[in-house]
Each structure stands twice: as C-alpha cells, then as structure tokens.
C-alpha cells in the first residue's frame, strides 16, 4: 500500500446522510487523487489535489466535495448520500513525475 | 480530453502462453504507468514507463510516446497474473487518468 491508508474499509449508510472517507498517507507526496470504481466503468476520477488546499475536478464530481488541510490527508465528502453513489472509492497518491500508489480501497453503500 | 483505448478489452491465457497488451492514445501523455488490479480488489503499480522499455521479472513494459502507445508484455503467464490489467496518464495536467482495463483470465 506504500503507506496509504482509507477509512473506513466498508461503510453502509442511509440515503440522505453525509459520508466523509478518509486517505491518510505518510510518504509526503504532493498529488492526491479519489477515484470511484464501478462495473464497466473502470476507475473514474472524482477529484484530486496537488498541493495542500489545492484541488480540482475531475469527471464525475457532482455530488461530491474534497478538502486538503495537510499534506497528509485528503477527504472525501458526500454531501448527501445517493443510491448511485455506491460503489468502491480507491484514494491513490504521487509525487511530480513518479509512479502512483494506491490505497485498499472502501466499499460504500447507500440504502 | 485526450482518449485512451485498451486492447483487448477482455484475454483469456492458458498459463505458460504469452500475450501483449496495448493502450493507444489520441494524443501526447505524460507519466504513463501501468497497473495490476488482483481478484481482491487490490491496485499495483507495475510500471512508471513514460518512454522507453523497463522490464521486472516475466512482465516488460515500452511507451513510444511519438507513436502514442504503450505495450505491456506478459510472458510465461500464471494464474497469478489473472485480474485486471490498467494503463494511467496525466495530459500534462496533475490529474491521473485511466484507460477502461484489460481482464485476463489465466486457466491452468
């Protein structure tokens, strides 16, 4: 996991509800990344950051907000919980021009 | 956005056989990597391989970013080797962008 590490691992929660996943990484890299993994969509990015307080978009962000207070920690928060929003969120982390590593991922469901 | 394609999109291998997979794009990459998603769920990084070939054990790896393709090499495969196969890019920006896979079966 080189040194990247989600939380929860599984979650079930309620529709309507906020959610907040966790990526906590110890090898100081700049970028960070939260994807969402469903059948026949591979791994879609959500959002990322690449630098503390500094993040963007990626293609399927609505419904979804992040935050960076450290470089350690990158937060990903459902506002408000929807059944489309199950899935398996995988954080992931690098550093400029390096290989990418991966968290072990969260499975998410929303009833 | 730039697109990527990977070929094929599903493999199956009788362990001992070879096979070449592939990720094409439509235009310039940066950071091009490769990567392993096992049956668990669990995601490798098998190559940072930009341009150029690097090999690690029975896997190899080349980017011809002038041609915009990436191939990854599987030699000698092993049911270990079953799972999903992923090619990964940044166009130049920081976001980390992934191909749609490849999943490879290997049989005993």
């Known amino acids: 996991d080189a040194g990247i590490t989600q939380s929860p691992r599984h979650k079930v929660t309620e529709t309507g509800t906020p959610v907040t996943l966790r990526c906590h990484q110890t090898?100081?890299?700049?970028?960070m990344y939260w994807y969402r993994q469903d059948p026949g969509h591979g791994l879609r990015l959500i959002h990322y950051?690449?630098?503390?307080?500094?993040?963007d978009k990626g293609e399927v962000s609505d419904g979804y907000s992040v935050s960076r207070s450290k470089t350690e920690d990158f937060l990903l928060t459902l506002e408000s919980a929807t059944s489309s929003q199950t899935s398996v969120y995988f954080c992931?982390?690098?550093?400029?021009?390096?290989?990418?590593?991966f968290g072990q991922g969260t499975r998410l469901t929303v009833v | 956005g730039i697109q990527v394609e990977q070929s094929p999109p599903d493999l199956i291998l009788q362990e001992g056989a070879n096979s070449t997979l592939r990720c094409n794009f439509s235009?310039?990459?940066?950071?091009l990597q490769w990567f392993h998603q096992n049956p668990w769920g669990q995601l490798i990084n098998l190559f940072y391989?930009?341009?150029g070939t690097k090999q690690n054990g029975r896997l190899s790896a080349t980017t011809v970013a002038t041609e915009r393709y990436s191939l990854l090499y599987i030699s000698s495969s092993q049911t270990t080797d079953s799972g999903v196969y992923f090619c990964?890019?940044?166009?130049?920006?920081?976001?980390?962008?992934f191909g749609k896979g490849t999943s490879l079966l290997v049989t005993p």
């Open positions: 992931a982390a690098r550093g400029p021009d390096t290989e990418a590593f």
């Open positions: 090898e100081n890299h700049r970028y």
């Open positions: 950051s690449y630098g503390v307080k500094d993040t």
């Open positions: 235009d310039s990459v940066n950071n």
């Open positions: 391989i930009p341009s």
């Open positions: 990964a890019f940044d166009d130049s920006g920081y976001a980390l962008n």
